[in-house]
């Protein structure tokens, strides 16, 4: 099992419901998020191209703050998913330091906090919070060893692109562009 | 023009807008560290040369400090993490891959040491001590029986601390200004040469002041072969590492780089310590308090310019 998610950036409008979505369902503490809406605007004015996405953890496959923890806390769990367990997270911060993405954050209780693909909602078979909320319907997520999954689908049909994949980490967060 | 503007909704506290998850304990722990590593080098060095009368203070007297340098170096990192009472994970997992435990798991072996060091030297500061209990003068007769295998510890993980505190920040590709492995090295020799400088200040007889000077001329040069050589790998490596050369070349940290780490803390000592060597009257207190400044600000300045630099936005 592989879960991955993808993100379709013509579909998507930059509603922040999905950042709204995963702060509530996660608890997340008022100042802070677990995922963000970027925008992105280049070109030649007037000639300008616009894209949007919606980021987060990107549950690296060689995930550099799995490798810098120096207890374990930051694992890869069942389908590749990048957890952090509180009660052995010391609060040194090198794995916020070694992500690339800066998609950790230090929670205000001391412990280490990011995306964990709403693990708890995926076990009873339900999609992640961002996914289920989002009104363009722009987010798939599923595992890629399942060749029918919403993600195995949609990555097969569409021109794809990952974030700084030169930074070596092998992310499984795409962006359908 | 072409242009890309990027606006990103994220906004948490210690990430951005550029990451500033570390403070003033990691880099004043590195240099604590560092100059343990420096001191306790020597001790074993000239220990296992014979030269233990020849060099009183390198291996009597400056191992005197490291229990105390260590010490506040651990409650400096102990005053950086944010989940405090699960700070014993560190002693519960050995974790190959991660720096940090690499480190965690070399403190456990050289503070000890160092202490045992210091014990095993108490009479040259104190001539009456006096272990007042058996066990512990049994464990002092085992001790210095077994003092060169002990030298032979410290010798090694010295090395070992002064390389990891450079290797800390080298592991951690996410921030391009880190992640050369010239900052091991680096870091070490810097650990060495503020260590040397330590001697320096302590030492009275003029002999090991002159080799100490010496050594220290020595990391000196070095050092700054190491750092022209990293500006050298940064600015012919990818854009990210282009960016984060450029923070030192015309970018915010440029005076405070050249002018605190390589001017005051190794040209200007490096002349100094030629001066005395050619027998000008410089008091040898003065290029070893610029080295110790120097070695504090190129940890300090590499820890924060670090965390400026990134891959993203």
């Not at chain 2, 080298?170 to 680096?186: D, E, H, K, Y």
Request: with cysteine; glycine share 6%; aromatic share 12%.
């Amino acid at each position: 099992m592989r879960y991955a998610m993808a993100v379709d950036t013509k579909k998507c409008v930059g509603c922040s419901d999905c950042v709204v979505a995963c702060q509530t369902e996660n608890n997340v503490p008022i100042g802070y998020c677990r995922e963000w809406v970027t925008e992105v605007t280049d070109g030649t004015y007037p000639q300008l191209e616009m894209e949007i996405r919606s980021e987060r953890c990107n549950h690296c496959e060689n995930a550099p703050c799995v490798r810098c923890c120096p207890t374990g806390a930051s694992h890869i769990a069942e389908g590749g998913i990048v957890l952090v367990t509180r009660n052995k997270c010391i609060g040194c911060g090198a794995c916020i330091a070694s992500c690339p993405y800066d998609a950790r954050y230090p929670h205000p209780d001391g412990y280490v906090d990011k995306c964990t693909f709403c693990e708890h909602r995926i076990k009873n078979g339900q999609k992640p919070a961002c996914a289920a909320v989002c009104p363009t319907k722009c987010i798939y997520f599923g595992d890629l060893d399942d060749p029918n999954s919403d993600v195995s689908v949609v990555l097969k049909k569409r021109k794809v692109k990952t974030l700084i994949p030169e930074a070596g980490t092998n992310p499984q967060l795409y962006f359908l562009i | 023009m072409k242009e890309e503007i990027i606006v990103s909704g994220r906004m948490n506290p210690f990430v951005d807008p550029h990451l500033n998850i570390w403070h003033w304990q990691i880099p004043l722990y590195l240099f604590l560290g560092g100059l343990a590593a420096g001191i306790l080098f020597f001790a074993a060095l000239y220990f296992l040369n014979g030269k233990e009368k020849e060099y009183p203070a390198a291996v009597r007297l400056a191992p005197f400090i490291t229990p105390f340098l260590l010490a506040i170096g651990l409650v400096a990192l102990f005053i950086d993490l944010r989940h405090k009472m699960y700070f014993w994970q560190l002693y519960t997992n050995i974790k190959l891959q991660s720096p940090m435990s690499w480190g965690a798991w070399t403190l456990m072996v050289i503070t000890p040491v160092s202490f045992i060091w210091c014990a095993l030297h108490i009479r040259d500061l104190f001539p009456s001590w006096n272990w007042k209990f058996n066990r512990i003068k049994d464990l002092e007769l085992f001790f210095s029986r077994n003092k060169k295998t002990i030298a032979w510890i410290m010798l090694i993980y010295s090395v070992i601390l002064g390389i990891y505190t450079g290797i800390l920040l080298s592991a951690f590709n996410a921030r391009p200004l880190w992640n050369t492995s010239i900052l091991g090295p680096l870091f070490l020799t810097s650990g060495l040469s503020a260590g040397a400088a330590t001697i320096l200040i302590l030492s009275k007889s003029a002999v090991e002041k002159k080799l100490f000077a010496r050594i220290d001329l020595i990391l000196i040069g070095i050092e700054l072969f190491l750092i022209i050589h990293m500006f050298m790998g940064f600015l012919a490596s990818t854009q990210v590492q282009i960016d984060a050369a450029n923070l030192f070349l015309g970018g915010p940290y440029t005076m405070s780089f050249w002018i605190f780490v390589v001017i005051m803390g190794m040209v200007l000592p490096a002349v100094l310590e030629i001066m005395e060597l050619r027998k000008f009257h410089i008091p040898s207190f003065l290029p070893a308090l610029l080295v110790l400044f120097g070695s504090v600000m190129l940890r300090f300045i590499f820890v924060y310019a670090g965390q400026v630099s990134r891959w993203l936005y």
